[in-house]
Protein backbone atom coordinates (compact mmCIF):
# COMPACT_ATOMS: atom_id res chain seq x y z
CA UNK A 1 0.00 0.00 0.00
CA UNK A 2 1.55 3.18 -1.08
CA UNK A 3 -0.74 5.94 0.49
CA UNK A 4 -0.34 8.99 -1.05
CA UNK A 5 2.29 9.36 -4.13
CA UNK A 6 3.25 12.95 -5.28
CA UNK A 7 5.09 13.87 -8.23
CA UNK A 8 7.66 15.17 -9.31
CA UNK A 9 9.81 15.03 -6.54
CA UNK A 10 11.57 18.56 -7.16
CA UNK A 11 11.33 20.81 -10.22
CA UNK A 12 13.17 24.44 -11.27
CA UNK A 13 10.94 26.15 -13.10
CA UNK A 14 11.46 29.03 -14.81
CA UNK A 15 8.87 32.12 -13.94
CA UNK A 16 5.61 32.32 -16.18
CA UNK A 17 5.66 28.89 -16.93
CA UNK A 18 3.03 26.33 -16.33
CA UNK A 19 3.58 23.40 -13.83
CA UNK A 20 1.10 20.41 -12.67
CA UNK A 21 1.62 18.89 -9.12
CA UNK A 22 0.43 15.57 -8.98
CA UNK A 23 -1.05 13.38 -6.42
CA UNK A 24 -2.71 10.25 -6.09
CA UNK A 25 -3.86 8.14 -3.05
CA UNK A 26 -4.93 4.70 -2.72
CA UNK A 27 -6.90 4.62 0.66
CA UNK A 28 -10.22 5.41 -0.84
CA UNK A 29 -10.37 8.86 1.23
CA UNK A 30 -13.00 11.43 0.33
CA UNK A 31 -11.18 14.09 1.34
CA UNK A 32 -7.60 15.46 -0.04
CA UNK A 33 -5.93 18.94 0.53
CA UNK A 34 -3.38 20.82 -0.76
CA UNK A 35 -0.79 22.49 1.38
CA UNK A 36 2.46 24.59 1.09
CA UNK A 37 5.36 24.79 3.99
CA UNK A 38 7.59 27.81 3.92
CA UNK A 39 10.29 28.57 6.44
CA UNK A 40 9.11 29.89 9.63
CA UNK A 41 5.04 29.53 8.59
CA UNK A 42 2.92 26.73 9.47
CA UNK A 43 1.13 24.54 6.59
CA UNK A 44 -1.44 26.36 4.83
CA UNK A 45 -3.68 25.20 2.81
CA UNK A 46 -4.27 26.28 -0.81
CA UNK A 47 -7.01 24.15 -1.91
CA UNK A 48 -9.44 21.15 -0.88
CA UNK A 49 -11.85 18.79 -1.75
CA UNK A 50 -13.99 17.19 0.42
CA UNK A 51 -15.49 14.50 -2.10
CA UNK A 52 -14.75 13.60 -6.32
CA UNK A 53 -16.09 16.51 -7.92
CA UNK A 54 -16.21 19.11 -5.47
CA UNK A 55 -13.19 21.73 -4.52
CA UNK A 56 -12.98 24.48 -2.51
CA UNK A 57 -10.45 27.43 -1.66
CA UNK A 58 -8.24 27.54 1.22
CA UNK A 59 -6.04 30.15 3.18
CA UNK A 60 -3.97 30.58 0.02
CA UNK A 61 -5.47 29.63 -3.29
CA UNK A 62 -4.40 32.91 -5.52
CA UNK A 63 -2.35 31.56 -8.64
CA UNK A 64 -3.54 27.85 -7.88
CA UNK A 65 -6.60 26.23 -9.32
CA UNK A 66 -7.15 22.01 -8.62
CA UNK A 67 -9.85 19.62 -9.87
CA UNK A 68 -10.87 16.20 -8.60
CA UNK A 69 -12.25 14.18 -11.46
CA UNK A 70 -12.03 11.09 -8.97
CA UNK A 71 -11.39 9.81 -5.37
CA UNK A 72 -7.87 8.62 -6.12
CA UNK A 73 -6.42 12.11 -7.82
CA UNK A 74 -6.03 15.65 -7.04
CA UNK A 75 -3.56 17.53 -9.34
CA UNK A 76 -2.65 21.07 -8.56
CA UNK A 77 -1.71 23.17 -11.11
CA UNK A 78 -0.19 26.79 -11.30
CA UNK A 79 -0.64 28.53 -14.28
CA UNK A 80 1.91 30.88 -14.45
CA UNK A 81 4.20 30.41 -11.71
CA UNK A 82 6.57 33.24 -9.76
CA UNK A 83 9.06 33.26 -7.73
CA UNK A 84 6.77 33.85 -4.08
CA UNK A 85 5.28 30.22 -5.39
CA UNK A 86 8.91 28.92 -4.34
CA UNK A 87 8.01 26.12 -1.81
CA UNK A 88 7.33 22.63 -0.37
CA UNK A 89 4.00 21.58 -1.47
CA UNK A 90 2.34 18.31 0.17
CA UNK A 91 -0.58 16.61 -0.70
CA UNK A 92 -2.69 15.16 2.13
CA UNK A 93 -6.28 12.76 2.41
CA UNK A 94 -8.74 12.01 5.12
CA UNK A 95 -11.34 10.04 5.35
CA UNK A 96 -13.94 12.08 6.55
CA UNK A 97 -13.71 15.91 7.17
CA UNK A 98 -10.88 18.41 8.53
CA UNK A 99 -11.22 16.92 11.80
CA UNK A 100 -10.10 13.78 10.80
CA UNK A 101 -6.87 12.77 10.87
CA UNK A 102 -4.76 13.63 7.58
CA UNK A 103 -2.33 11.61 5.79
CA UNK A 104 0.51 13.66 4.26
CA UNK A 105 2.45 12.47 0.61
CA UNK A 106 6.13 13.16 0.47
CA UNK A 107 5.90 16.55 -1.05
CA UNK A 108 7.53 18.03 -3.91
CA UNK A 109 10.51 21.34 -3.81
CA UNK A 110 9.77 23.53 -6.16
CA UNK A 111 11.78 26.09 -6.89
CA UNK A 112 10.34 29.46 -9.55
CA UNK A 113 13.43 31.24 -10.85
CA UNK B 1 -8.33 36.62 14.33
CA UNK B 2 -7.30 33.08 14.37
CA UNK B 3 -3.69 31.82 15.65
CA UNK B 4 -2.04 29.44 17.32
CA UNK B 5 1.14 29.29 18.89
CA UNK B 6 4.14 27.20 19.60
CA UNK B 7 8.12 27.49 20.65
CA UNK B 8 9.93 27.84 17.79
CA UNK B 9 12.98 25.97 18.98
CA UNK B 10 13.43 23.78 22.08
CA UNK B 11 16.75 21.56 23.26
CA UNK B 12 16.59 18.38 25.67
CA UNK B 13 18.73 15.56 27.07
CA UNK B 14 18.86 12.16 25.58
CA UNK B 15 16.35 10.64 28.16
CA UNK B 16 14.95 12.85 29.62
CA UNK B 17 11.47 14.48 29.53
CA UNK B 18 10.19 17.56 27.40
CA UNK B 19 7.12 19.22 27.08
CA UNK B 20 5.80 21.46 24.03
CA UNK B 21 3.14 23.88 24.34
CA UNK B 22 0.94 25.22 22.16
CA UNK B 23 -2.09 27.83 22.59
CA UNK B 24 -4.60 28.43 19.77
CA UNK B 25 -7.14 31.40 19.10
CA UNK B 26 -9.66 29.91 16.64
CA UNK B 27 -13.15 30.55 15.92
CA UNK B 28 -15.39 26.91 16.23
CA UNK B 29 -12.87 24.76 17.89
CA UNK B 30 -13.47 21.11 17.21
CA UNK B 31 -10.04 19.23 18.22
CA UNK B 32 -6.59 19.75 18.40
CA UNK B 33 -3.78 17.67 16.56
CA UNK B 34 -0.17 17.26 17.10
CA UNK B 35 2.36 15.99 13.91
CA UNK B 36 5.42 15.04 14.09
CA UNK B 37 8.13 16.29 11.05
CA UNK B 38 11.57 14.67 10.53
CA UNK B 39 13.24 17.35 8.45
CA UNK B 40 12.99 17.09 4.72
CA UNK B 41 9.85 14.30 5.46
CA UNK B 42 6.24 14.87 5.58
CA UNK B 43 4.24 15.16 8.86
CA UNK B 44 2.90 12.26 10.66
CA UNK B 45 0.11 12.01 12.86
CA UNK B 46 0.84 11.92 16.68
CA UNK B 47 -2.49 12.78 18.60
CA UNK B 48 -5.86 14.42 18.40
CA UNK B 49 -7.74 15.59 21.53
CA UNK B 50 -11.20 16.64 21.75
CA UNK B 51 -11.98 16.46 25.28
CA UNK B 52 -10.01 18.09 28.09
CA UNK B 53 -7.70 16.40 29.89
CA UNK B 54 -4.35 13.94 28.84
CA UNK B 55 -4.31 11.20 26.54
CA UNK B 56 -1.62 9.05 26.65
CA UNK B 57 -0.08 7.02 23.70
CA UNK B 58 3.32 5.48 24.91
CA UNK B 59 6.03 7.60 25.42
CA UNK B 60 3.56 10.69 24.02
CA UNK B 61 0.92 12.28 25.57
CA UNK B 62 -0.83 15.27 24.71
CA UNK B 63 -3.18 17.58 27.10
CA UNK B 64 -5.68 20.04 25.97
CA UNK B 65 -7.53 22.52 27.87
CA UNK B 66 -10.48 23.84 26.36
CA UNK B 67 -11.12 26.81 28.45
CA UNK B 68 -7.64 28.19 28.32
CA UNK B 69 -6.99 27.34 24.88
CA UNK B 70 -3.99 25.55 25.63
CA UNK B 71 -2.45 22.11 24.56
CA UNK B 72 1.15 20.63 25.24
CA UNK B 73 2.65 17.49 23.80
CA UNK B 74 4.94 15.61 26.75
CA UNK B 75 7.60 13.18 25.42
CA UNK B 76 9.17 10.87 27.43
CA UNK B 77 12.48 8.89 27.57
CA UNK B 78 13.48 10.95 24.97
CA UNK B 79 15.47 9.45 22.32
CA UNK B 80 17.81 10.75 19.70
CA UNK B 81 15.07 9.69 16.98
CA UNK B 82 12.59 12.56 18.53
CA UNK B 83 14.98 15.16 17.16
CA UNK B 84 12.05 16.38 14.52
CA UNK B 85 9.69 19.79 14.42
CA UNK B 86 6.52 18.81 16.19
CA UNK B 87 3.72 20.78 14.77
CA UNK B 88 0.47 21.62 16.38
CA UNK B 89 -3.18 22.32 14.10
CA UNK B 90 -6.49 23.33 15.47
CA UNK B 91 -9.53 23.44 13.53
CA UNK B 92 -11.26 26.36 13.22
CA UNK B 93 -15.48 26.99 12.42
CA UNK B 94 -14.80 25.91 8.79
CA UNK B 95 -13.31 22.13 9.98
CA UNK B 96 -10.03 24.03 8.13
CA UNK B 97 -7.06 23.32 10.23
CA UNK B 98 -5.04 26.49 11.53
CA UNK B 99 -1.27 25.05 11.80
CA UNK B 100 0.98 26.20 13.74
CA UNK B 101 4.44 27.27 12.48
CA UNK B 102 5.92 24.09 14.64
CA UNK B 103 9.06 23.50 17.39
CA UNK B 104 12.21 22.30 16.62
CA UNK B 105 13.30 19.69 19.10
CA UNK B 106 17.04 19.16 18.84
CA UNK B 107 17.95 16.64 21.73
CA UNK B 108 21.65 16.34 22.74
CA UNK B 109 23.34 12.75 23.70
Known amino acids: IAGITQAPTSQILAAGRRMTLRCTQD?????MYWYRQDLGLGLRLIHY???????GKGEVPDGYSVSRANTDDFPLTLASAVPSQTSVYFCASSDGGNTDTQYFGPGTRLTVL | GQNIDQPTEMTATEGAIVQINCTYQ??????LFWYQQHAGEAPTFLSY??LDGLEEKGRFSSFLSRSKGYSYLLLKELQMKDSASYLCAATDSNYQLIWGAGTKLIIKP
Open chain 1, 27 to 31: MRHNA
Open chain 2, 49 to 50: NV
Open chain 2, 26 to 31: TSGFNG
Open chain 1, 49 to 55: SNTAGTT
